[in-house]
């Protein structure tokens, strides 16, 4: 049974640049949602895909997009990076998008932008 | 606004001894999920337990337990003899039914870093 899968591992990119991280939810769950960890914090929430539409979203910019494809995998797209961007971001996923189902984590892609 | 906290920073051990990691929780609704993840240096978090909020009671699997207290808003979790495995950057997390829509979106306190030295 494959659990959540993430690609790339590693990224890096400069400055305005445009990124596209990749995410395959474990089999059988049809949602996904995105974090973004900071070095030395807790993931935040970016937003949460459901039946191809972004279903809740937490506080973070237009730059921030994301898609959800008929598979239940997903994209999350990231535009104008900031240095500020730089950090690790998890892809979970949950089959449903209730506060009580469990959302199972993937490796994470490191993203580095200089 | 929901929100957890986890004042622990870090913790240090030595292996055998017992560890307890805090989390307080602040939520406006009656109805709420809390979780724990364990995140190992590889980065990928690691579910270990669910609770909503009308199941008080405490829970133990194998060598973790968890106390769970409406009362002071708190779910703290304990490793009983903890083993250098244990090592990993522990993370308490809420998740509310809002408004009466049930969205799935965690809140992670900032985690605390226990390490457990042979």
């Known amino acids: 049974d494959a659990g959540v899968t993430q690609s790339p591992t590693h990224l890096i990119k400069t400055r305005g640049q445009q990124v596209t991280l990749r995410c395959s939810p474990k089999s059988g769950h049809d949602t996904v949602s995105w974090y973004q960890q900071a070095l030395g914090q807790g993931p935040q929430f970016i937003f949460q895909y459901y039946e191809e539409e972004e279903r809740q979203r937490g506080n973070f910019p237009d730059r921030f997009s994301g898609h959800q494809f008929p598979n239940y995998s997903s994209e999350l797209n990231v535009n104008a990076l900031l240095l500020g961007d730089s950090a690790l971001y998890l892809c979970a996923s949950s089959s449903g998008l209730a506060a009580g189902d469990t959302q199972y984590f993937g490796p994470g892609t490191r993203l580095t932008v200089l | 606004a929901q929100k957890v906290t986890q004042a622990q920073t870090e913790i240090s051990v030595v292996e055998k001894e017992d560890v307890t990691l805090d989390c307080v929780y602040e939520t406006r609704d009656t109805t709420y999920y809390l979780f724990w993840y364990k995140q190992p240096p590889s980065g990928e978090l690691v579910f270990l337990i669910r609770?909503?909020?009308?199941?008080?009671q405490n829970e133990i699997s194998g060598r973790y337990s968890w106390n769970f207290q409406k009362s002071t808003s708190s779910f703290n979790f304990t490793i009983t003899a903890s083993q250098v495995v244990d090592s990993a950057v522990y993370f308490c997390a809420l998740s509310e039914v809002a408004g009466g829509t049930s969205y799935g979106k965690l809140t992670f306190g900032q985690g605390t870093i226990l390490t457990v030295h042979p």
């Open positions: 609770r909503n909020s009308f199941d008080e």
